[in-house]
T-cell receptor, first 117, second 116 residues
Framework: GDSVTQMEGPVTLSEEAFLTINCTYTATGYPSLFWYVQYPGEGLQLLLKATKADDKGSNKGFEATYRKETTSFHLEKGSVQVSDSAVYFCALRWGYAGGTSYGKLTFGQGTILTVHP | AAGVIQSPRHLIKEKRETATLKCYPIPRHDTVYWYQQGPGQDPQFLISFYEKMQSDKGSIPDRFSAQQFSDYHSELNMSSLELGDSALYFC???????????????FGAGTRLSVL
């Protein structure tokens, strides 16, 4: 079945360091790919997305490129801030469910990021 | 901007009791999804509804049921609660339109259920 694998965490960085969180997926065809972020005590917020191969999603300095050949969607940021401390989830979504709505999200296990001043 | 509203935010129940979780989607959103996130785990899909009809079903126990009402809000009913049901329950909503890039799921803050 479909699955998403994230790099084992947690990740601890100093402010202004470079961030990479690896994400690979197993699926047939061309799912849409997402990164969601979860701050303490809050719900999941969409960070960025890509819906086809070679698309690059970007938001708030974060970037990820949909690589079909390596089935990957790695998250990167050139200079992290303390406020980026959160849990990051990679997720995939197929198209239609029941012929009408778009389908469920399948999440990776999440990566805890802690950024120190 | 209006967001997905979930209530209650926190709920404490005893084993074998029942619980009802409510979700109010973003206005004009026609699809609701429910997810369960255990401690330190990734969210797992439970069930979804589109235009008040069940559209997909995941690993939802038979003790759980859900529905979407005419005003598009949804309720997740959980009976015979077990200790293992303790988790964060998320609701997400989206609006169906053509184009995968536009069908984004927006999440509520979640209901934290503790079964004692």
């Amino acid at each position: 079945g479909d699955s998403v694998t994230q790099m084992e965490g947690p990740v601890t960085l100093s402010e202004e360091a470079f961030l990479t969180i690896n994400c690979t997926y197993t699926a047939t065809g061309y799912p849409s790919l997402f990164w969601y972020v979860q701050y303490p005590g809050e719900g999941l917020q969409l960070l960025l997305k890509a819906t086809k191969a070679d698309d690059k999603g970007s938001n708030k300095g974060f970037e990820a490129t949909y690589r079909k050949e390596t089935t990957s969607f790695h998250l990167e940021k050139g200079s992290v801030q303390v406020s980026d401390s959160a849990v990051y989830f990679c997720a995939l979504r197929w198209g239609y469910a029941g012929g009408t709505s778009y389908g469920k999200l399948t999440f990776g296990q999440g990566t805890i990021l802690t950024v120190h001043p | 901007a209006a967001g997905v509203i979930q209530s209650p935010r926190h709920l404490i129940k005893e084993k074998r009791e029942t619980a009802t979780l409510k979700c109010y989607p973003i206005p004009r959103h026609d699809t609701v999804y429910w997810y369960q996130q255990g401690p330190g785990q990734d969210p797992q899909f439970l069930i979804s509804f589109y235009e008040k009809m069940q559209s997909d079903k995941g690993s939802i126990p038979d003790r759980f049921s859900a529905q979407q009402f005419s005003d598009y809000h949804s309720e997740l009913n959980m009976s015979s609660l077990e200790l293992g049901d303790s988790a964060l329950y998320f609701c997400a909503s989206s609006y169906w339109t053509s184009g995968a890039a536009k069908n984004i799921q927006y999440f509520g803050a979640g209901t934290r259920l503790s079964v004692l």
